[in-house]
């Protein structure tokens, strides 16, 4: 018997149910067999951008006049949902589709909504954010990387790290500063085009979990682009626009957290169920059921909370507490379990065949990005 999780209002309409169903057959032919190359190449093959986007599974929450799918957040919670339970590590879609095409709607210009997002719809074009520097990580008012006016263009130079999408992307949403001297005031946020002379890709970089989703370097010499490209109708609106949209980023990784907790939950209830040890299946000892009923509980609890944010953020009342909140209580018990369960598989556990220890290594990451969990809790205490 697998793990009982109650359902949603937000997640039972036919329609995400078809959509759940199109995503999981599309990871399970596309995704799930090259994830061992795919992890030894740290990339993806480039055509599977293309493939869902023959399939309308890009740009889900955009509108259809931009070439979107037009439907809402939840239609974007279910493909992310069915992509961590299919154990996929590498396809980098939550960023293509549920950050960067909705920092594109919100702030650019009508014109460029029109010549971008319909790429990004097709896969024609892989979208990026370029938001962390060697340097500087969750203080983003510290970044050095620069943006200056040159009549009609910016000039852009500058250096960024852990860039998810950033081998195969073709656009590129950067934080840099076109005032230096203002802090969070003097940051915007520009587009570029990666065709575009002076930009150049470093290294896909070795990680610890998350293996074939390609994480780069990115530098910017010289980069010429249209002042058409900055995000918003003036300079320095970088931070506040980065603060409306991080709620949704968070909430995107508290999804994908929670979703791998009840994997990771399924997955070990069942191994301890067929494995045997001393005469008997591992279930069987005290031991086994008090911790796989801890993890049931976590999880019941966790998808209760997460449900109810996503029914706020569809609302449009989840606020910044909120989104921390999901983000720090998901992701410290997704850890939490995967840890206690990846030792219900003993030494089986520690080998990388097994899903279970890719999850362990893959769900770090989620303490980190998006904020830290200290982050988040600074972020709670201010209202408090």
Known sequence: MSLQIPQSSWSTTPELEDLRELSRSFMQKELAPYQDRWAAEKKIDREIWTKAGSLGLLCLSIPEEYGGGGGTFAHEAALYEEQARAGDAAWGITVHNGIVAHYLLAYASEEKKREWLPKLATGEFVGAIA?????TGS????IRTRAVREGDHYVINGAKTF??????ADLVVVACKTNPDEGAQGLSLIVVETDTPGFRRGRVLDKVGLKGQDTAELFFDDVRVPAANLL?????????????????????????????LEAAVNLTIDYTKERTAFGRPIFGFQ?????????ATEAVVSRAFLDQCIERHLRGE???????????????????????CLQLFGGYGYMTEYPIAQAWADVRISRIVGGTSEIMKDIISRTL
Do not use: C, Y
């Open 163 to 168: 860039i998810t999408n950033g081998f195969h």
């Open 287 to 295: 031991n086994t059921k008090f911790k796989l009923a801890e993890a």
């Open 131 to 135: 938001m962390t520097e060697p340097g």
């Open 232 to 260: 918003g109708e003036e300079e320095g609106q970088g931070f506040v626009q980065l603060m409306r949209q991080l709620p949704q980023e968070r909430l995107i990784i508290a999804i994908t957290a929670v979703a791998g």
């Open 318 to 340: 989840l606020d910044v507490q909120g989104a921390a909140m999901a983000k720090l209580w998901t992701t410290e018990r997704v850890n939490k379990v995967v840890d206690d």
């Open 139 to 142: 203080d983003l008012q510290s």
